[in-house]
């Protein structure tokens, strides 16, 4: 059983940056970690995902550049840097993770194969 918690939303404006949190209880050494975004009115969308050891990252396109996700496995917590914000961030971020042995970017881009969710912190980006 793994529980994730968000922490480090709140309300900045446009220009600014804010680093998210994600802190896990359980074994999260195999398992890809994701950050995940849901604006109002909008789909869940993957914004970046990040391997059990570390070494392997996908970005959405709207993140690339802009957005640096990275784990510390001695802490059990995984982060999502943003820098440039704009009113288009705004959104709730949730943390995910699963074991997923037979990966792709899709498919650790794709929600529901995610097992374990956190609450989600909101994100607001005021122009």
């Known amino acids: 059983q793994v529980h994730l918690m968000e922490s480090g939303g709140g309300s900045v404006q446009a220009g600014d940056s804010l680093t998210l949190s994600c802190g896990a209880s359980?074994?999260?050494?195999?398992?890809?970690m994701a950050w995940f975004r849901q604006g109002i009115r909008k789909e869940r969308e993957a914004v970046a995902a990040?391997?059990?050891?570390?070494?392997?990252?996908f970005y959405s396109d709207s993140a690339k550049g802009r957005i640096t996700i990275s784990r510390d496995k001695a802490k059990n917590t995984m982060y999502l840097q943003m820098e440039h914000l704009n009113p288009e961030d705004t959104a709730v971020y949730s943390c995910?993770?699963?074991?997923?042995?037979?990966?792709?970017?899709?498919?650790?881009?794709?929600?529901?194969?995610?097992?374990?969710w956190g609450q989600g912190t909101q994100v607001t980006v005021s122009s």
């Open positions: 995910a993770t699963v074991i997923l042995p037979n990966w792709s970017q899709s498919s650790v881009f794709t929600g529901a194969n995610y097992e374990y």
């Open positions: 359980g074994d999260t050494d195999r398992n890809w």
């Open positions: 990040i391997s059990g050891g570390g070494t392997i990252t």
